[in-house]
């Protein structure tokens, strides 16, 4: 076996415990006589699997009984629609956050199913190189909801605060950093998120919703998209994503073994510290976030010179660190180090990117 460290944005590394109990019980899942994958997900040996996801899940980020923990398909993009069809009709109208391509996109979506939406704060003249500050009175009074991503992905900026927008539901897409840190879902009327970042293989879109945002949904909408029918379900109105939810679940407890969102957040902070304390004191690359805004699951930087961020890319790849490649839209690298990354991942980057500096001057 010789496994690189892979730093992709997503699908992205899973823990090695993960997969290795995965493949252990791979073809034959318990008493079951059967794998996971070929299990009714009426089955109780199913049934069991996406209870206990949930049921982790829940005590990992302490989720309040007043939200639904929904295991949906389509991936974040199918919310950046589902949002607005399942929340526009409390007021008819929402304001939206643009801090890098998704939340972009998800304001487009809603634009585009003709809704009232207002972009209220944006960064893109900046090149999305930190996040807007978002205070109350920008909100409309009126507004539904307001949409932000969390963490945006691309660019690699994270909200550093929760904005307040009082009694307005706060609707965040926490795709790239979900459960990479305790969160206090409390703050939020919705938060979504795609898997294949930090949860789980691709295919598996978690929402999670406060009770009360039910009962807003359009008539006329896909009953697929409707997140009460889905919660009246179980998230079994049709098959579920069975075989990504129990690699959820692995990924759960996985993360309590370990001590839970307090200890997965201390060794988040350890590799983006290292990552970012080099980048802060040498003076061959550029991090180009600024400070508040970095991520701490998805570090960009460049050296200045396309060519060299090219060599450098194809050259780490060569020495087992793969996929440092910036997004295609934005070009230089990009080091996604999601929960899976070991610190030993990020040392070794670390000592290529010294190793690189010296062996590349600039001209
Ligand atoms: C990757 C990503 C998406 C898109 O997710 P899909 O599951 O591919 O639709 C949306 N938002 C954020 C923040 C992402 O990182």
Not at 50 to 72: C, S, T
Request: charged letters at 25%; one cysteine or more; proline letters at 5%.
């Amino acid at each position: 076996m010789n496994r690189v460290y892979n730093f992709s944005a997503g699908p992205s590394m899973l823990p090695l415990e993960v997969l290795e109990k995965a493949a252990s019980e791979l073809v034959c899942y318990g008493e079951s006589g059967m794998s996971v994958m070929e299990m009714s997900h009426r089955s109780p040996d199913y049934e069991a699997i996406i209870n206990d996801a949930e049921a982790m899940l829940r005590k990992l980020m302490n989720i309040p009984d007043n939200y639904k923990v929904l295991f949906l398909q389509g991936g974040a993009s199918t919310q950046f629609a589902a949002v607005p069809m399942n929340l526009i009709k409390r007021t008819g109208k929402a304001d939206y956050v643009v801090s890098g391509q998704f939340s972009g996109k998800a304001f487009k979506e809603a634009q585009k199913l003709g809704y009232d939406v207002k972009c209220i704060a944006t960064t893109k003249e900046d090149n999305f190189d930190h996040v807007p500050t978002v205070t109350k009175d920008m909100v409309r009074p009126d507004a539904a909801y307001v949409h932000v991503c969390f963490n945006n992905t691309i660019y690699g900026t994270k909200y550093g605060y929760i904005p307040d927008t009082g009694d307005i539901p706060l609707v965040a897409d926490m795709s790239s950093c979900i459960i990479s840190e305790p969160v206090d879902v409390s703050r939020f009327g919705v938060i979504y998120a795609g898997a294949q970042k930090n949860m789980a293989p691709a295919g598996l879109t978690l929402v999670i919703v406060r009770e009360d945002l039910l009962d807003y949904a359009e008539e006329k909408m896909p009953t697929m998209l409707e997140w009460k029918t889905m919660a009246e379900n179980g998230s079994m109105y049709n098959t579920p994503p069975c075989y990504t939810i129990y690699m959820a679940k692995l990924v759960y407890e996985w993360i309590l073994s370990i001590g839970g969102l307090d200890e997965m957040k201390k060794r988040n902070e350890a590799k983006a510290a290292l990552l970012y304390d080099y980048l802060d004191n040498q003076d061959y690359y550029i991090a180009p976030v600024k400070e508040g805004s970095r991520s701490m699951m998805n570090v960009t930087f460049v050296t200045g010179d396309a060519d060299l961020d090219k060599k450098f890319a194809s050259e780490a790849a060569k020495a087992g660190l793969k996929n440092l490649k910036g997004h295609r839209s934005v070009g230089g690298m990009r080091a996604s180090i999601y929960n899976a990354m070991p610190y030993a991942g990020v040392e070794a980057l670390v000592n290529f990117m010294k190793k690189f500096a010296e062996e590349n001057p600039k001209k």
